[in-house]
């Protein structure tokens, strides 16, 4: 690796400029430029014990650059080829490379024996499908460290009830138990986005966060309840196309599990999510 600082602006403007290349809005190419957020992303990659991590998404590699000081053997994911033969040029064989969509990407190809680490600083409009592919991926992913749009950071810290509480929310704190690691300031990136972010850690748990007799069932109740949030829960279950309940059997289910059926859906917590597939389960045999 060479020595330059990589969180400098100066520098990355200077490969930049060298190099022909552009900041590319479209693959959310914003740059961190502060050093100690830069440590206390890789600090927290570190804990996990695993020497090889998986950064999705290097872009002129400050990050990567901070995980090889913190001792880390980072394996990048990059979708932009035209960084290349800087990244191969700047960090020769202390990295592993691989060109592509970290979407696309065959996981099995990726992820080792042991459970990975993974670390990105990523785009805001991928953060969703990236996080699903991972929880998807649970049994071969460790922890999350992860750059998240402020707002998106605070959807997966609420509680039922405010605006920000979502399906996404209870989807990621059943599978992983999520902790913040630092606020970040828009002005720390180059060129500076629209939004401050946040880096959270999620750390995938070994079972769920509450006892269910059927996953697939509780997240379709949990579909259901948020894709019609102005519902009653009794309307939401009993007009969903996860469900197909009959009005009655919604009701029943709600009256079982002891919840008022005037409520609305985004009043329940995980646990009365878990308490109704399991009554459900029950009723349908
Ligand atoms: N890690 C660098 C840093 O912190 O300065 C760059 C971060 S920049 C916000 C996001 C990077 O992710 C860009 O280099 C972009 O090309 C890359 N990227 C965007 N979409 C991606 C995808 N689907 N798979 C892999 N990399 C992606």
């Given amino acids: 690796m060479k020595t330059d600082n990589l969180s400098s602006p100066a520098v990355i403007k200077n490969i930049l400029a060298e190099r022909g290349l552009m900041p590319k809005k479209g693959l959310g190419q914003n740059f961190l430029i502060d050093k100690n957020i830069l440590r206390k992303i890789a600090e ?3 804990e996990d014990g695993n020497r090889r991590v998986i950064e999705i998404g290097p872009g002129l590699g400050a990050l990567t650059q901070a995980l090889i000081e913190a001792g880390l053997r980072p394996a990048c994911v990059e979708a932009d080829g035209t960084l290349e033969e800087h990244l191969r040029d700047f960090f020769g064989d202390d990295i592993d490379l691989i060109f592509g969509d970290f979407l696309k990407i065959d996981t099995d190809s990726l992820f080792g024996s042991e459970k990975a680490t993974v670390v990105g600083n990523l785009p805001y409009y991928i953060t969703t499908p990236i996080i699903t592919k991972l929880i998807e991926n649970r049994d071969k992913v460790k922890s999350v460290t992860m750059m998240i749009q402020r707002e998106v950071a605070d959807r997966l810290r609420s509680a039922p009830g405010s605006s920000d509480y979502g399906s996404l929310t209870l989807f990621v704190r ?3 138990d999520v902790k913040s690691v630092v606020k970040v300031s828009r002005n720390v990136f180059y060129p500076v986005p629209k939004v401050d972010s946040e880096v959270l850690k999620l750390t995938m748990r070994d079972t769920g966060a509450v006892e269910t007799s059927d996953e697939k069932l509780m ?3 949990i579909r259901s309840a948020f894709g019609k949030r102005r519902k009653t829960v009794l309307n ?3 007009n969903s196309e996860y469900l197909l309940w009959t009005k009655d059997f919604a009701a029943k289910v709600l009256a079982k599990t002891g919840i008022d059926e005037k ?5 329940l917590d995980l646990g009365d999510f878990a308490a109704l597939a399991n009554t459900a389960r029950e009723l349908l045999g």
């Fill in 219 to 221: 997240f379709d109740i």
């Fill in 44 to 46: 927290s990659a570190a």
């Fill in 236 to 238: 939401a279950l009993a």
């Fill in 263 to 267: 409520i609305r859906g985004e009043k």
């Fill in 174 to 176: 059943y599978y992983c």
